[in-house]
């Protein structure tokens, strides 16, 4: 019996930047009712394999076959055409215009008419197929992120879509959204459709695949089956080409000796911000890792801001090291030993047109070891980043690269670098790991574990539940601008943290 003819083929695909090599004679297949997990370390080529399909980038050599057939995709609409649809990681909506308005982009119409009659119906259909309905007349901005994905990937379906390309689709759902896509990507595969799965999380490359590709430095390492021999310790060490040791987090008890590092009584919050805090208690004691959970903007931004200093709360106080803050600003929290982390590593982190060296030493210029009577020491500057870079390993040509050369995971190495260098009392986490690679994401944990062994107090704002459940000694769960519950790591669990995470404390459950 002749093998299946494959949905998708990509045979030999080579794109270069400049002498960089992202994709290396690269060989593909997606079979009908597959549901491929891509695997790779940052910088190993998934994304720009996936941008070749979907038209985004012009392959430098190798062919492209659909059904069995040579194909030219020279451009997005050449591949929607052809039937290969991708959902980003960051949603091409318009939040101001309905559901509908939003499908019916790209739409052709007959005599100037928009279809509005047939994308409700084939709204019904897909919904119907796939269980995934959404409201045609609601406003984007009025649904919730796990909605938007739901529209994205119906616009997709619409366009008629047969392969699907999700790029980190879990990063910002709840479990219970979580298991509403996987359910429909089961759903997709029984209909003969292929899904292409990228993701970081290998609990969930388990979960949802039949089948892993692995890359690594711009070339396929290995295909092979999703089944009970495939761990995932081994899909890890796959990636990153070596044995992989995942920090341990000691059992440690927070006594009454512990020392209360950070605390936040009643805080409340006002202003433009589009959820405010209400009511906000928080105690983090020295040696402890608390990880806050919720779906993006219920108010974890704004706790991280009024911790930085950056958002002054309309109500409440602040604490650190039982020290009363009367005035709130970034200089003042810094001084006091909070060190800050930022999500936006390229925006309120780092300067990605300066070089590296004025980038780590920006927030302590005005420090005696950098400054002198205004003027810069430049040795003194260039010794210390130097160091932090020997330090971390991070990938630099030295502390004179622009800071926007660096990838994502030596970004996040110089951002823990830079803050870890002046001994915090208390450290400030937002999405520390996102976008990282298995072995940069254990770099980074493992750090904080070295903070927390010192007693040091740390916060971790991140929407990877795998990753708080990792490193965390307590979880709060925040929903609307609440902390709903504040959970023992050793009590929680996935459905618990998720039924509090879409507002429903246990109880009422």
């Known amino acids: 019996m002749s093998p299946p003819v494959p949905l998708l083929e990509m045979r030999g695909i080579r794109k270069h930047f400049g002498t960089v090599k992202a994709n290396d004679n690269i060989d593909l297949r997606l079979y009908p009712g597959d549901i491929l997990g891509l695997l790779g370390e940052n910088g190993a ?9 979907f038209g985004v980038y012009h392959p430098d050599g190798g062919k492209i076959f659909i ?74 901005e009025d649904l919730t992120i796990g909605q938007q994905q739901r529209l994205e990937i119906i616009k997709a379906l619409i366009f008629g879509a047969r392969i699907l390309i999700l790029d980190e689709p879990t990063a910002t759902l709840t479990p219970h959204e979580t298991d509403g896509l996987f359910a429909a990507l089961r759903a997709m595969a029984a209909k003969q459709m292929g899904v292409i799965f990228i993701t ?55 006594s009454d000796a512990s020392p209360v590092r950070l605390s936040l009584k009643n805080i409340c919050t006002t202003g433009r911000a589009r959820t405010h805090l209400k009511d906000i208690n928080l105690d983090v004691y020295g040696g402890e890792i608390v990880g806050i959970a919720g779906v993006s903007g219920n108010g974890q931004k704004e706790l991280a801001d009024v911790i930085a200093g950056v958002l002054k709360p309309s109500s409440g106080q602040i604490y650190i090291n039982k020290q009363l803050l009367k005035q709130i600003s970034p200089g003042i929290v810094q001084a006091l030993g909070v060190g800050r982390i930022p999500e936006d590593r390229t925006g309120t982190g780092l300067i990605t047109t300066l070089p590296l060296s004025d980038s780590m030493v920006l927030p302590r210029i005005s420090e005696k ?10 040795g003194a500057i260039r010794q210390f980043v130097t160091r932090l870079i020997e330090q971390y390993g991070i990938k630099a040509d030295g502390p004179d690269i622009r800071t926007g050369t660096l990838s994502g995971g030596n970004l996040q190495k110089a951002l823990l670098a830079r803050e870890l260098a002046w001994d915090p009392q208390v450290l400030l986490a937002a999405q520390p790991t996102r976008g990282l690679d298995v072995s940069a994401a254990q770099f980074v944990h493992q750090k904080f574990m070295d903070l927390r062994q010192r007693d040091r107090a740390l916060v971790i704002i991140s929407e990877n539940l795998e990753e708080l459940f990792e490193i965390s000694d307590r979880i709060a769960v925040m ?25 429903v404390r246990e109880d009422a459950a």
């Open 45 to 53: 080529g998934k994304t720009t394999l996936m941008n070749v399909l």
């Open 67 to 140: 059904d069995g057939k040579q194909v030219h995709i020279g451009n997005s609409s050449d591949a929607l055409a052809l039937g290969v649809g991708m959902v980003h990681q960051h949603f091409h909506v318009v939040p101001r215009h309905t559901v509908l308005e939003n499908l019916m982009v790209g739409q052709k119409g007959n005599f100037g008419r928009l279809p509005k009659a047939a994308i409700r119906k084939r709204m019904d259909d897909i919904g119907q197929r796939y269980d995934l309905s959404l409201d045609p007349d609601v406003r984007v």
């Open 200 to 254: 970081h999380k290998l609990n969930e490359i388990r979960a949802i695949t039949n089948r892993v590709v692995i890359m690594r430095l711009g070339k396929v390492i290995t295909s092979l089956k999703n089944d009970a021999r495939t761990s995932r310790k081994r899909l890890a060490e796959l990636m990153c080409g070596q044995p992989i040791h995942p920090p341990e987090r000691p059992v440690k008890t927070v």
């Open 369 to 378: 070891k950098f400054n002198r009577s205004g003027f810069l020491k430049q």
């Open 479 to 503: 929903y609307e601008g609440r902390i709903m519950d504040i959970l023992p790591v050793e009590e929680a669990t996935v459905s618990r943290i998720g039924l509090l995470m879409a507002g």
